[in-house]
């Protein structure tokens, strides 16, 4: 997947020559825009009417290459599921104006409707800690389901909703940010995010790869270290410290990295009954 950032907030914004340039990438899909709706000194929010009309350009752009990609609609601000409602309908609020915008001006009486098209998902909290209980993606998939008309165990919320940027939380969310809670709650949020995407079938794409520096401070949020080594399971701890003996089609499999994890969970391995425990001990 591709993402194109918007580059300014005002009709700037309709300059084609990026687009056709990202077009040529060859993208498999294309983000056309990102974090839209939030406005602050580290984002780029834009109007939803210049916003319809840049998605609009894009659309047509990455499809005059592509016809086949599915292209998506940014990227909401990243809320917790289950309890930010009125952030979430503020969400809704923004796709209508949009909506409005390309029916009235990009293309009057047009028909296009949010609805039948693909939207980007931030989800950034320590999904799968500290209980199982505590997971922002599912009542995320459960409230955009809701929007969509469409049954979230059905396997067609993927059709609506993509998580382009999915990551833990770890300051100003409520947690403890020692080096156990951060690495625990860390291994615990990769697998709750993968069980979750996987479950309701809607692609999901990672924060980043990497551990990084960002605003002044330390994100290890990555599955690989800042010399890009992969990770132990539990990151504060040495490679091997903590394994888990998997279940797999093919037969068990024993993992002691992240990197390792992820791939047999998206192989259909099944981890055992006691991950938890072993993760927190």
């Known amino acids: 997947m591709l993402s194109v950032c918007q580059w300014a907030r005002d009709t700037r914004l309709y300059d084609t020559k990026n687009l056709n340039d990202a077009a040529q990438g060859g993208a498999d ?34 499809h005059a290459v592509r016809p086949e990609i599915p292209i998506i609609i940014g990227s909401n601000d990243p809320h917790v599921g289950g309890s930010d409602y009125a952030p979430l309908y503020n969400e809704v609020g923004y796709f209508n104006a949009m909506q409005y915008a390309m029916n009235t001006s990009v293309h ?22 500290p209980s199982v209980s505590t997971n922002s993606l599912y009542y995320l998939f ?10 979230a165990g059905s396997g067609a919320l993927g059709k609506h909703l993509w998580v382009i940027e ?7 969310c409520g947690i403890a940010t020692d080096s156990y809670d951060v ?13 979750t995407s996987m479950r309701y079938k809607v692609p999901f794409f990672y924060f980043s790869a990497k551990d990084f520096y960002s605003q ?3 994100w290890p949020m990555g599955i690989r270290n800042l010399n890009d080594h992969p990770k132990p399971l539990r990151q504060d701890l ?30 259909g391995c099944n981890l055992p009954g006691n991950y938890v425990g072993i993760l927190e001990s």
Not at 108 to 129: A, E, F, R
Not at 142 to 151: E, K, N, P, T
Not at 240 to 250: N, Q
């Open 29 to 62: 899909a294309v983000q056309c825009g990102n974090e839209q709706m939030k406005f602050g000194p580290y984002n780029m929010g834009v109007a939803p009417a210049i916003f319809a009309k840049f998605y609009d350009l894009c659309q047509h752009a990455m």
């Open 108 to 129: 009057p009486g047009g028909n296009w409707n949010w609805h039948s098209q693909i939207i980007g998902l931030i989800d950034s909290w320590h999904n799968g800690y």
């Open 238 to 267: 040495w490679m091997g410290a903590r394994t888990l003996s998997m279940s797999c089609p093919s037969g068990h499999a024993t993992v002691s990295s992240q990197e390792q994890l992820l791939a047999k969970l998206y192989g």
């Open 166 to 172: 999915g990551t833990g939380c770890i300051f100003g």
């Open 183 to 195: 690495s625990v709650s860390h291994i615990l949020t990769l697998i709750t995010d993968v069980q």
């Open 142 to 151: 459960l409230f955009w389901a809701q929007q969509f008309g469409v049954d």
């Open 216 to 218: 002044g401070a330390f």
